[in-house]
């Protein structure tokens, strides 16, 4: 593709932006309904207990100790963000008996 053609496909995408948003200005300009939009997508995934207790049981020999554990656990299943600052959450548990199974140092 050549420059020309690539800035000429740049600026028709742009007028076409452009357009779309003027008519979505009028549209509420008139009070109109607008249609509704589409939910964005969520990327952390609540896991079940049972399924954590489950990963951490079975990676708790890769992990130096519960806070480790907590940790590779919050990065591989994405887990809530606000869960590792929580000290009563129970991923702190799981990471624990995890770790006693597994016969390591808590």
Known sequence: MSARSEQRWK???QRENNEQ??????IE???LPRSPRVA?????????RAYVR???TAHAAEYDGCTAL???????LRLPADCLDDETHWIWDEALRAIERAGGEA
């Open 11 to 13: 600026r028709r995408g």
């Open 21 to 26: 948003a003027a008519l979505a200005g009028m």
């Open 29 to 31: 300009g008139l009070g």
């Open 40 to 48: 964005a997508a969520t990327t952390t995934r609540n896991h079940t």
């Open 54 to 56: 489950q990963w951490m």
């Open 70 to 76: 907590a940790e590779g656990a919050n990065a591989a």
